[in-house]
């Protein structure tokens, strides 16, 4: 049963992790195209 647990909380945790991660290049991907200073598509040279 302990092992059983511990194998559960270590799947949670790795659950959180990653959705960290995700989120972080999410809102990395966001700060980028705000950001951009030629938006894609302006004809810009």
């Given at each position: 049963?302990k092992?059983?647990l ?15 991660i ?5 809102e ?18």
């Open positions: 049963m092992k059983f511990l194998i559960a909380l270590a799947a949670v945790g790795g659950l959180f992790v990653y959705r960290q995700q989120a972080g290049r999410a990395e991907d966001l700060w980028t195209e705000a950001t951009d200073s030629v938006p894609a598509g302006s004809g810009a040279r």
